[in-house]
């Protein structure tokens, strides 16, 4: 699927949550293309529930799954370009990575004091209530945890 192409690019909005799978996908994206001799590219993103704070367990390593597929916190403080450096090396990947840098972000910013357009990644994740409160759920990645998709509820 990848013979034809030079460069593979990632640029999706992460959440900010181990849980989200938009970075377990970056993983596998990376991975494909180190597998076919092609270089990765992140377009970096800013973290939306800031790039300080770091809470909530570690995913257990003997219970790793797409959606706690790599030993970080529930909310990991990172871009998307800086979980694309700790996965290439953490689990030696071996991709040829260039990330496009964000610019002009303090890491204590939350993405409403940006002054950015917030463009919902997931119906669910609206600025005023969805992130902040998604990342809290679910804390174990072996318990299930169940909410509203496509709707107000969680």
């Known amino acids: 699927m990848l013979k034809e192409i030079d460069t593979l690019v990632f640029d999706i909005q992460d959440i900010g949550a181990r849980f989200y799978t938009y970075i377990s996908t970056m993983r596998v994206a990376m991975e494909a293309a180190a597998a076919n001799g092609k270089k990765f590219v992140v377009l970096d993103r800013i973290n939306p ?9 570690v995913a257990d390593g ?3 799954s797409f959606i ?3 030993q970080i916190p529930v ?3 990172m871009t998307v370009g800086e979980l694309a450096q700790l996965f290439n090396k953490e689990r030696a990947i ?3 990575l260039e990330i496009v840098r964000v610019e002009e972000w ?8 940006t002054g950015l357009t917030w463009i919902n990644p997931s119906p669910n994740m609206q600025p005023d209530r969805g992130y902040p409160v998604s990342r809290g759920l679910p804390c174990r990645s072996d318990e299930c945890i169940g909410w509203k998709r496509h709707g107000d509820a969680i």
């Open 49 to 57: 529930i800031n790039g300080v704070d770091v809470e909530g367990p």
């Open 68 to 70: 706690a597929f790599h």
């Open 106 to 113: 303090k890491r204590s910013e939350w993405f409403d004091e």
């Open 75 to 77: 909310r990991h403080g």
């Open 94 to 96: 071996n991709a040829d």
């Open 62 to 64: 003997d219970k790793l």
